[in-house]
């Protein structure tokens, strides 16, 4: 059955066309600010963005432009909205497995504290009694990918798994399973998945199969979810990636760094390779490339002085903040995971299972981490501002958003004079967000 357009309704269709076609010059939205973020970090002073009624920008300029504008926003520190590629959800249901069956609720949460995009992280856990409820996860994120209006842009799909060898949080999963099954799981989500967090200790043997079958249908291949992994299987995996068939960039990626991975001075594993910028001229690094790394910044799944380490070891454009998030910020509130059940901490700011000190995800945004990164790590606006909308727009192949700049989204993120950086206004392709849902 297919909607036939009435004559109303044609009628009105055209009438919109000739007053759309009459105001070429009436851009929708003036936002004015103090300062502002634009690409690649550059802070500036007075900035002039123009919106058109698409939620495009138009142009950035220094000085008034010419032309009407329908709305006017103003504020003192413009940034790009942030991008947060590892979030597992923080709302509509007691049961984190079960968020991403009500994406609105996790939706309209972050984009009123500034999240303007995001990748929804899910698991692929081995339960069968589970593996129904997953197949509905992934239905209702691919309703939604890519669609504006309802908060946060759901961008995409992250996995953590099937293929981990620790689990740290996460429920099992076939991390045995065959590449055929695996390329299955692929061609399930589709080009909506963007990344996924894979073992390289499990795939040392099977001449990282699964690592190139990633790359080949242009999901990122995240390392991680492995304490045990040698040298031999982590510069294995670079190497493997540097030649692979690919239709992204072959470079890999760390999934939260230090939380699920190990450091040793002599004997090195994952954190290791997420600490240098450039390898070492040795001879089993020839044609590897470091990988960009993500850290969760919440100052309690990774320690300040961690924390500090790796933002100056490394370029700025290769460290991502995430949230790893996983219920909203309600002290003391009890979730269902799978048969398990976690609590948040009395600060509001991480879940454990409960009843131990395991960390299972984070319930801040990445508006605290923005502020903890100016704060605290004493950082620029414009490298801070990098690290949690541009680096990991980029990262995942999102070139729609991520930073200021003529023909991307207007992902904008308003917000107060240091050091309090209060948010004042958000906005997802040019319209404004309601702060307070």
């Given at each position: 059955h ?6 109303s ?5 055209r ?5 759309r076609?009459?105001?070429p010059?009436v851009m ?13 970090g ?11 009624a ?6 950035v ?13 103003q ?8 991008v ?11 049961d ?6 009500q994406?609105?609720a996790?939706?309209?949460?972050l984009?009123?504290k500034?999240?303007t995009?995001?990748l929804?992280?899910?698991l ?16 209702s ?6 669609k504006?209006g ?9 996995t953590e ?6 689990l ?7 991390s045995q399973?065959?590449?055929e ?7 399930k ?7 996924m967090?894979?073992a ?5 043997a ?5 690592v190139k ?14 304490r ?20 992204i ?6 999934t939260?760094l230090?939380?699920?991975t ?7 594993s ?8 450039k ?6 690094y ?6 960009t790394?993500e ?5 309690a799944?990774?320690h ?13 454009e290769s460290?991502?903040?995430?949230t ?10 009890e979730?269902?995971?799978?048969d ?14 409960k ?13 605290d ?7 605290v ?6 490298h801070?501002?990098?690290m949690?909308?541009?680096n990991?727009a ?21 917000l107060?004079a ?6 004042e ?8 967000v309601?702060?307070h849902?």
């Open positions: 297919t909607h036939t357009h009435t004559g309704e044609k009628e009105r269709d009438q919109t066309q000739r007053q076609s009459k105001l010059f929708s939205t003036l936002v004015i600010a103090q300062e502002a973020v634009l690409p690649n550059v802070c500036v002073g007075h900035t002039f963005v123009s919106v058109n698409e939620g495009i920008i138009t142009s300029d220094h000085s008034m432009p010419e032309g009407k504008f329908e709305h006017t926003i504020g003192h520190t413009l940034v790009p909205g942030f947060d590629i590892h979030n597992h959800g923080m709302a509509g249901s007691d984190v497995m079960k968020y991403w069956l994406p609105g996790t939706q309209r949460l984009a009123a500034g999240t995009s995001m929804a992280t899910i692929v856990p081995s339960d069968p009694a589970l593996q129904k409820q997953t197949d509905d996860v992934i239905a994120l691919l309703a939604v990918v890519g504006v309802a908060g946060t842009v759901v961008e995409g799909i992250h798994g099937p293929a981990v060898a620790d740290g949080g996460l429920l099992p999963s076939d399973m065959s590449l099954a695996f390329e299955a799981l692929l061609k989500i589709g080009p909506a998945l963007r990344m967090t894979i390289p200790s499990l795939e040392l099977g001449g990282y199969a699964r079958a990633l790359l080949k249908h242009g999901v990122v291949p995240a390392l991680g979810h492995d045990s992994a040698s040298e031999e299987a982590i510069a294995g995996a670079l190497r493997a990636a540097a030649s692979a068939d690919s239709k960039e072959r470079r890999l990626h760390i939260h230090f939380n699920v190990s450091f040793h001075h002599r004997d090195p994952l954190t290791n390779f997420g600490l240098v910028e390898l070492p001229d040795l001879p089993q020839k044609g590897a490339q470091s990988p790394v850290i969760i910044g919440d100052m799944h990774v300040p002085l961690a924390l500090q380490a790796v933002v100056h070891a490394r370029a700025k460290v991502i903040f995430i790893d998030a996983i219920a909203e910020a309600c002290p003391g509130c979730r269902h995971y799978g398990r059940v976690m609590q948040v901490n009395t600060h509001g700011t991480a879940v454990t299972l009843g131990t000190s395991t960390l299972a995800g984070s319930c801040l945004t990445l508006l981490t923005f502020r903890a990164l100016v704060r790590c004493q950082l620029d606006l414009g801070a501002s990098m949690v909308s541009q990991p980029k990262r995942v192949g999102l070139s729609h958003t991520g930073a200021i700049a003529e023909g991307k989204r207007a992902d904008l993120v308003l107060g240091r050091p309090d950086l209060a948010l206004a958000v906005l997802v392709a040019g319209k404004m309601e702060l849902p």
